[in-house]
């Protein structure tokens, strides 16, 4: 059975490609592996209650985390995204981020709940680091009571890890200061912020909150 959520294989020639996966024979083929932890992300469902089409969970949570843990998926979402970069006319590499945090509810699960007091949401976090295009750089999800500003420092430490380029970092008043104090102490050295309009040839300056 096929899922209108299934990898097509163009899709899958590149995430092989990118990740050098074999073309030794196994019981089942990793695009079929691929396509269950796909299928769960897109979902939500319970990783135990799999489709019986798919292979066993526990299979499937062993690639899930083996690949984690080489993390693969990294690997894959910035070649993915360098080679859009690149095709649309731009530098492989991000000069410039944005960061900004979206909360919202989280179903049951009392211990990943918090409350976000500015928003009046209940729920979670999600923080990321886009750049100009909206292409994911870094991403954290928290407690809706974990204010912005930590979760800043933890995002910035994430860009270092992954040694992603960013020499402007566009950010609300929210988490200006911490940015600022962030540089003055030295523990990103590659990093400066940005607050306020940008200002080029031809384009009109724009002070309104960006939508989220």
Not at 33 to 58: D, F
Not at 60 to 86: A, G, P, Q
Request: aromatic share 12%; with cysteine.
């Amino acid at each position: 059975m096929i899922y209108p959520k299934d990898l097509t294989l163009t899709q899958w020639q590149f995430i092989k490609k990118t990740l050098d996966f074999d073309d030794r024979k196994r019981k089942y083929d990793l695009c079929i592996i691929w396509n269950a932890i796909y299928y769960i992300v897109k979902t939500g469902c319970q990783l135990r209650i799999l489709p019986s089409n798919y292979p066993k969970w526990q299979l499937v949570y062993y690639y899930y985390s083996k690949w984690s843990n080489l993390e693969l998926f990294v690997l894959l979402l910035t070649n993915l995204r360098e080679t859009v970069r690149v095709k649309i006319g731009q530098n492989a590499e991000a000069s410039l981020g944005i960061i900004d945090s979206q909360s919202g509810c989280y179903g049951n699960n009392r211990s990943l709940s918090g409350f976000d007091g500015n928003k009046k949401i209940k729920g979670i976090t999600r923080h990321v680091i886009v750049d100009k295009n909206g292409f994911l750089l870094a991403v954290m999800v928290s407690v809706a009571s974990f204010h912005d500003s930590k979760a800043a420092l933890l995002l910035m430490r994430t860009l270092h890890y992954l040694l992603v380029s960013v020499k402007v970092i566009l950010a609300d008043r929210a988490i200006e200061e911490i940015l600022l104090k962030k540089q003055k102490i030295n523990l990103v050295t590659s990093f400066r912020s940005f607050y306020g309009p940008i200002i080029k040839k031809n384009f009109q300056t724009c002070t309104q909150k960006m939508d989220r």
